[in-house]
């Protein structure tokens, strides 16, 4: 009877400890991979070339001399920071900071707009098109330098002859995406004797270089590979049978997932071919050509869902084309959602190869 005490205070403790909260379960170890990443968007748009003593630059310059091109692309930089990978063609070289600047037929541009455009969200260029060249070798080099600078990855041309070897890989939230692209022509300028590597050059219908430049992305890791090329004929709204049979040879590749088309200078269909998608034309973005008659401020952002697949794939499963237009004031210019005549205009075009018929959704933004 004497430790009778001593037990039941012993129960006690025993009762108390069964009736605490429960212990939690160990966190999972952090050596276990996150999970795949089951889906992104990519959001690509037209040429950017910026022509010279107009509304475009004279709305940008500033006080000091300098230009800032934010404005311009402020009313669309919203959806396009919204994508998860944004893609810009940038087609021509930039000049030294203060210049001197030129314009058509041969660029060489404000370095600001790179900011603009990586202010806006982009984050990956192309830099393949006939006027690749047109401030030669230091041009190019001088291009390429300031999208570094900016944070801009690039492909199409390139500084050294190993860079040409190298994919163009960006993580997009997990999932590696390659990026290649081709130009149909210099507009005559030969490439640089020893250098010829400088700039992707594609004999269309022939792209067995840009096929080859697909494979190495792939090889090296690339989940999805976004082909852009640039050609055939300005101003036309179809696409020529060259280009389409330069498409469909990137398309029919197992390297290849999806095609973006450029030069035009107008938007062009959108097409579904064998479960693939491409964009022909996707027509300006940042421009304002002097030549009338053709719908030149008409321009297209094309957006893509790429989905994983039950095969470990990914593969598009949303297919949107957003009509845009570049609005031309007296001082300034700015790239906007279509007004309705223009959205119905654009609309019209992209479902001239079946497109819309495919699951392409043409939608205001």
Not at 153 to 176: F, I, S
């Amino acid at each position: 009877m004497a430790r009778r005490p001593a037990a039941l205070a012993a129960l006690a403790l025993v009762l108390a400890a069964c009736s605490a909260d429960p212990v939690a379960a160990p966190a999972p170890s952090s050596s276990e991979p996150p999970p795949a990443p089951q889906s992104f968007t990519l959001l690509a748009t037209g040429d950017v070339l910026v022509h010279q003593d107009r509304a475009l630059t004279a709305g940008a310059e500033q006080p000091d001399g300098g230009y800032d091109f934010s404005g311009v692309l402020a009313p669309v930089a919203p959806m396009i920071g919204d994508a998860d990978l944004a893609i810009c063609h940038l087609e021509t070289p930039v000049a030294p900071a203060g210049g001197p600047y030129r314009g058509y037929p041969s660029f060489a541009v404000q370095p600001e707009i790179v900011d603009a455009l990586a202010g806006a969200g982009y984050d990956l260029c192309s830099t393949a098109s006939n006027h690749s060249l047109d401030d030669g070798v230091d041009g190019l080099v001088r291009t390429l330098d300031v999208l570094d600078a900016a944070g801009i990855r690039h492909t199409g041309t390139y500084r050294t002859q190993a860079e040409a070897l190298e994919p163009t890989l960006v993580d997009v939230g997990g999932v590696t995406v390659g990026h290649v692209a081709g130009t149909f022509g210099l507009n005559g300028v030969p490439l640089p004797a020893g250098r010829e590597w400088s700039v992707d050059v594609a004999d269309v219908p022939d792209v067995s270089g840009m096929l080859a430049a697909a494979a190495r992305a792939r090889a090296a890791g690339a989940e999805v590979v976004v082909a852009s090329l640039h050609c055939c004929v300005e101003y036309r709204n179809d696409p020529t049978e060259t280009q389409v049979a330069a498409v469909q040879a990137l398309l029919a590749s197992p390297d290849v997932d999806l095609v973006l088309g450029h030069h035009a200078h107008v938007v062009q269909p959108v097409e579904r071919i064998a479960g693939e998608w491409v964009a022909y034309g996707l027509g300006n973005h940042v421009a304002e050509h002097a030549t009338r008659g053709y719908p030149t401020e008409d321009s297209l952002a094309a957006r893509f869902t790429f989905t994983r697949g039950a095969d470990g794939r990914f593969a598009v499963t949303t297919a949107e084309a957003v009509p845009l237009t570049i609005d031309l004031g007296e001082d300034a210019v700015s790239v906007r959602p279509a007004d309705p005549e223009t959205f119905d205009r654009v609309a019209e075009v992209l479902g001239r190869r079946g497109g819309v018929g495919a699951g392409l959704q043409v939608v205001p933004h």
